[in-house]
Every structure is written in C-alpha cells, then in structure tokens.
C-alpha cells in the first residue's frame, strides 16, 4: 500500500527558500500524478504544483508561484520534492504532497487518492 511523509517544513525567513520532500513507500509506478498542495488556517486546500510522471509535458504551477517555484522527483528513490523561492507570507501553511494514477487537471485536490500528513511550514516577522 502506497504510503507518502513530507519532510522539510519549519520557520521560513521572508524572502527565503522552501524546500520540502514527499518519500513514497510502496511507490512501484511510473504512471502517477504527483502534487503538493497548501492549506492556511481557515482556507480551502489548494494546488501549488503538481506533474504527471509518465507525461514529457511540463510541470503545473499555481498562478502565486509561477516563476519561484520547482517540482523534481527521484524516481530511484521514490521521492519528490517542492521548492519556493523568494518566500511569501502567503507561502505558509500545512503543505502536504499527494500521489494518484492519473489524474487531470492535477492542480485540483479531489482526484488525489494518496495524501502525505502534512508539514507545517511558517513564517517569521
């Protein structure tokens, strides 16, 4: 059974660099979505990035991270990570990372099968 723990959340300077890993066990698939979402206190879930592993096609990006933000995977470790850069108070939350069979639009959290427990990420003043 397919299990996902995020790691990498903690205190984030503003202007700072978030970087955060989502290690799958029991990961025995090329063909799965892959995402990470946000949730701030009294806010919906929502999409921050996301890829589809089996696709040649660019990662997905939400609009508040275009251009500051990565998503990389290492499928020899079963492991996929979240970078942001140029850190915002919006930026904090609970990321978590997600995984499906797959799954479109990927930026929406519905179709995600698979969730991670989540790591709080927040920023300093």
């Known amino acids: 059974q397919l299990q996902l723990v995020e790691s990498g959340g903690g205190l984030v300077q503003p202007g700072g660099s978030l970087r955060l890993s989502c290690t799958a066990s029991?990961?025995?698939?090329?063909?799965?979505?892959i995402g990470w979402f946000r949730q701030a206190p009294g806010k919906e879930r929502r999409g921050v990035s996301c890829?589809?592993?089996?696709?040649?096609?660019?990662?997905y990006y939400a609009d508040s991270v275009k251009g500051r933000s990565t998503i990389t995977r290492d499928n020899a470790k079963n492991t996929f990570y979240l970078q942001v850069n140029k850190q915002r108070p919006e930026d904090t939350g609970v990321y978590y990372c997600?995984?499906?069979?797959?799954?479109?639009?990927?930026?929406?959290?519905?179709?995600?099968?698979?969730w991670g427990q989540g790591t709080l990420v927040t920023g300093s003043s």
């Open positions: 890829s589809l592993i089996s696709s040649d096609e660019a990662p």
């Open positions: 029991g990961f025995n698939s090329y063909y799965y979505t």
């Open positions: 997600a995984a499906v069979e797959y799954y479109d639009p990927c930026l929406g959290p519905a179709g995600y099968g698979e």
